[in-house]
């Protein structure tokens, strides 16, 4: 029992599974907002324009006495869009981020020596093939 709680411990102190943890409680909190945003900004607004019709309470009646809730499945579709276009835009900005770090040239780590033309560190001052001595700017 004492290897799966050490186990258990592992995993749940590993970093991708506290960024994971931390992720999906900013995400709860995000659809908070997103859902307060259509349902008290984006509703009432789109309410007024159909004439005072709240879209929540949309629906069919069926002859059983049932209601399909066509307004709550709209609010619904238009609460996903949201996410969905802000995590576009989110995830465009890192892919954006990471193509441009991807492009930075990294620093050369070696310098072709102007006399003798071989492949040399670049800190060298030195050439340690033909020993010509060599400007810092080289």
């Known amino acids: 029992m004492n290897g799966f709680v050490k186990e258990f411990k592992e995993f749940i102190t590993r970093g991708n599974v506290m960024d994971m943890a931390v992720g999906i ?15 008290d900004i984006i509703m009432p607004i789109i309410s007024l324009v159909s004439g005072g019709i709240a879209i929540d309470e949309w629906g069919i009646a069926l002859a059983g006495g049932g209601i399909i809730g066509i307004g709550k499945f709209v609010q619904a579709i238009i609460t996903f869009l949201l996410i969905a276009l802000v995590l576009f835009c989110i995830i465009k900005a890192m892919n954006k ?42």
């Open 97 to 138: 981020l990471r193509a441009k770090k991807e492009e930075e040239p990294e620093a050369a780590a070696t310098k072709e020596c102007p006399f003798c033309k071989s492949e040399i560190p670049v800190e060298a001052t030195r050439c340690p093939h033909c020993t010509s001595e060599l400007s810092k700017e080289k």
């Open 25 to 39: 409680i900013i995400g709860g909190a995000f659809t908070a907002i997103v859902t307060s945003l259509v349902e």
